[in-house]
Structure formats: C-alpha cells, structure tokens
C-alpha cells in the first residue's frame, strides 16, 4: 500500500486540482483547434530574482565537442553546425536530450569564450525557430518533461548565457521563458509517464521559486508536486518504475530542487524532503561492489563517482536495506558476495515505460567483480537492441518457450508492460548469517500450463550460492535457464557439460555446478555500459515431464588454484 508524506504547518495545503484540471481542458481545446501557440503570448519572464544552483558539474569533453559542432545524445554522435534539434535521422532520446539542454552545463564546464559564445548562439537559434514555428520535433520540444528541464536549465545558466548578449538577445530570452513557463503552468502534472511527469513538475516550481511574477502559482506548482511524489515514491523508497538509473535521475532532480528552496530561503516541503530520504537508501540498494547499478528495468552500471555524488548532496546516510518490499526486490549478501533478484511484478501503467520482462532473474558480484548478470540496456531506445534487452531471454533467468514472462509492448506502440504481467510471490528467511529466498510466478500457466518457482540459498561467508528451478504442470514444455556473465568472465565448460568454470580477473575462481538439465555455452551481448559488447551466456535447457521439472546448481568459490 502507498502512503503519502505528512502535512506540516509551513507546508503550502495542496491545491484542488479542479482549476488544474480546467486549464489543461483548455489546452486540449486549443490544440484541437490548432490555436494553442496564440494562447501562450504573454508576460514576459522577468530576470530570475535568484540563479539556482547547479551542483553537478558537466562534461568538458562533451562541452568542447559543442563548440566543434559535434553532439552526442542517447548514444549518437552527430555533427551539426548549427542546432541539434534539426539533426536529420536523429532518434527520440537525441531529441530529448538536444531540447532539454542539460548540455548546457557541458559548455559551462568546458569554459571559455568559444563555448559561451556558443551557448547563447545555439539558445537564440532555438528561440527564432520556435517563434517562426519552424522548431523541428517541436512535439518532442514541448512536452512537459522536455520543457521542464529546458526551463530549469535556462535558469541555472542565465547570468551566463546573457553576460555580453544585446539587448534583443536578452528580451528574446526572457520571451521565451514566459511562454514555456506558461505551458508549464497548464500541462505540468498532466501529462508525462515514468519520471517525466515529475520533471515538468519541477520545472515548473523552480520557476515560481526564480521567477517574482510567477510567485502566486508557487503554492499550486509546490501542490501538484506533492500529488505526484506520493504515487511516484513508494513507501520503501524505490521509484515506481523500478528502474535503478531511474532511481538515481529522480534522486538527483530532487536533491537539485531542494536547493533551489534553500537558495530561495524557502522552506523545504516535507513531501520533497521525505522523498529524498526515502530514495537515497535505495540507490545503496541496488549498487553492487564495484559502485555502479543492477541492470534492472532499462538500467545501465552508471558513473560510480556520479552516483557518489547524487548520494553525498542527498545528505541521507545509513546502510542499504535488505528489501524493498514495495518495489519488489531483494538483497543478499553474505561475505564479498552480493545477490539481488527481481521478485516483484511490472510497475502500473504509466510507469511502466522501463519495464523489462525479468520477473525473478537474478545478479551476482563478488567483492567489485561482476559474475552473473542482466544484458542491460542500449544508450538509443530505438536501436535493434532496444526490444531485445528487455526480454526475458536477456536476464538471467528461466524462460518457457522463448516467450516472455510479461507482456512487452511494441516500440511502435510506445514502450510499456502489455495486459499480461506477471504476479509474484516471495519469502525469505534468515537463519545464522545465512538467507533462504522463495520466489514464483504464474505467467506460463495460460499458454503452457506451468508455474515457475525458484529457491535460493545463500550460505554464510558467501562462498556457496544453491538454486533450485521448478516448473510445476504440464510436460513436454522446453525450457531455458539463462545465466548471462560479464565480458570480463572467463568461462569454460567442465566434467562432460555437468559443471563450469567462471574467472574473474582479479584471479578468483567460482564454479558451477547442475543437474537436473544440460549445460551449454554460447554468445550473448552486455549493454551494462551501454553499447553493446560481447559476453558469454550458461545456458541450461530441459524439457518439463510428468512431474514437471526440477534443475539444482550450486556457485561455490573455487579453493584451489588453477
């Protein structure tokens, strides 16, 4: 069950959301009749009575790249002389990421004239277009995430996109700024999924903190974000997407946000403030030992120091917990070694964009080397490796029939969980330092008549990992148990296909041992950084009987060398 944050006195009361409501009903009418651009003429932006602060610093490589009219966004490189926005073939995260202008901060840190020079040329660029109606994906360029972060990236970089600009320059900008603000003000908290509801959102109340002729609307923009963090932060701290590089993007907008409440000398909402506390644990949560992320629900490993960072500005300490009940996973850790596994079912619609099909897959590291893990996910979410990465046969797991354990809707259809999603089921036990974890789901049993169970067990010291499958019904149904190794594993099969040899590179050695299936070995790609690189898979393969099916394994620390 969620549960919202409590009220305190110097919280602003929430809003009805009745005349939110009728203002995006206008919207929708106006767009319908093709007038909506007309409607957003208005006052003008003043100059921000306060610039936000911006505490994470850009990329000067990526800055100097700006200058030299090379861009890469969402895993493209595209070299544009002008503006990114008009790229020909560019892909939607481009567009996303080219109209948000967090970029912005790559220029800032690069320094320099050339890239000062350069950020206020490409800002004006995007102005004239958008006044002529000329603003290539201006559909993509207007949605409320997208205008929320263009928005608050203006703000944090106002004084220096406007020192040595004319006047005209100025007041092009300042125009510019009342419109989106504007839109904001009409669409944020209406429109968005996954995350990006919350990023209109916060764009919107950075404005009424920055901007003294939106001040009036502070108290509905500060509401509305209430209203979404309740559903959007579960009461364990996990986002509703359940998406760990989700859980850190959401963790750092919102540290970024209480900022600019303090630097405003405005008190910081309790909802905003126990979201934040709520969040942090759980970025602990799902880091392995090397600092990065489990590639859970469209995630990459991340940037370590970044996730450093976003953690230190949290200011929440404490160790990470052992579950996340809400969520739906679990951590086990015993010795060097860390298990955490997937027991939950898809996110509800509208935050089920990152959803994967990997209901109860599992990863493994030891000490900061990666064993077992899930393929990832690609940087470009319309490359060939975008519907691939999120299907069961990319997590380490079992499948039945190479069908995927929830439903995946087509890219073409936008990316989400289908109508049939898989339920779970888990318990875990925990006696002397050692953890027992049961887990199921049913997804199988329409189409193949078999339900799925997996039992792990984590013994003390951490050098001895058990597992059993089961599938329970129907016989002559084939079945996969993928287990999917980091490319720095070095594999080989052992004792006539019955066990294998795992090598990390620090010299460790573990071993895999089944029965109850045959072993094999064969390619698989990792996506943990993103682009795609070759790694190694273990499969184990069966056909379920009259019983069903039953396949045991065993990961133990090889004590010997060799």
Known sequence: MRTGAPAMDDDPTPPSHFWSGLKYGAVKVAR??????????????????????????????????????????????IAQARNPWGAIGAGPGWLEEANGFAWLGDLVAHGGQAAQDRARALVADWIAADTAGKLE?????????????????????YAWLVEGASDAEQTALLESLGRQVRHLSRVAGHEGRDEGRLAGIAGYVVATLCLANWAEERREAIGLMGEEL???????????????RVQVRVLKELTGLRDV????????????????????????FFRHGDGGLALFNDSREGDPSEIDSVLALADARGRPPKRAPHGGFERLVAGRLCLLVDVGAPPPAGYDGHAHAGALSLEVSAGQERLIVNCGAALRPDSDWSAAQRATAAHSVLGVGDTNSTEIARLAEGAGAGKRRARTESERREAEDSIWLDVAHDRYWQRFGVTYRRRLFLAAGGED?????????????????????????????LHNHTAALLRTPSGQGWRLRASGADMGLTDSVYLGRGEGKRSQQLILTGVTGSDGATVKWALQRETKKG
């Open 465 to 493: 990992l058990r597992g059993q499958e089961s599938l329970e019904g129907e016989a002559g149904q084939a079945f996969t148990i993928r287990f999917h190794l980091h490319p720095k594993v070095q594999v080989s099969l």
């Open 32 to 77: 319908g009749a093709g007038l909506y651009g007309m409607t957003l003429a208005g006052r003008r932006a003043p100059p921000p009575a306060i610039i936000p602060p911006d505490p994470f610093a850009g990329d000067p490589e990526r800055g100097a790249q700006i200058v030299d009219g090379a861009f890469v966004f969402a895993g493209e490189r």
């Open 261 to 284: 409440f303090r630097a405003a000398q405005q008190p910081v909402p309790t909802a905003l403030q126990t979201a934040i506390d709520r969040m942090a644990p759980m970025v602990r």
């Open 137 to 157: 994906a201006g559909e993509v360029a207007w949605r409320a995430d997208v205008t929320g972060r263009r928005v608050w990236s203006w703000l944090v970089r």
């Open 230 to 244: 309740e559903p959007a932060i579960l009461p364990d701290g996990c986002h509703a997407t359940r998406s760990p």
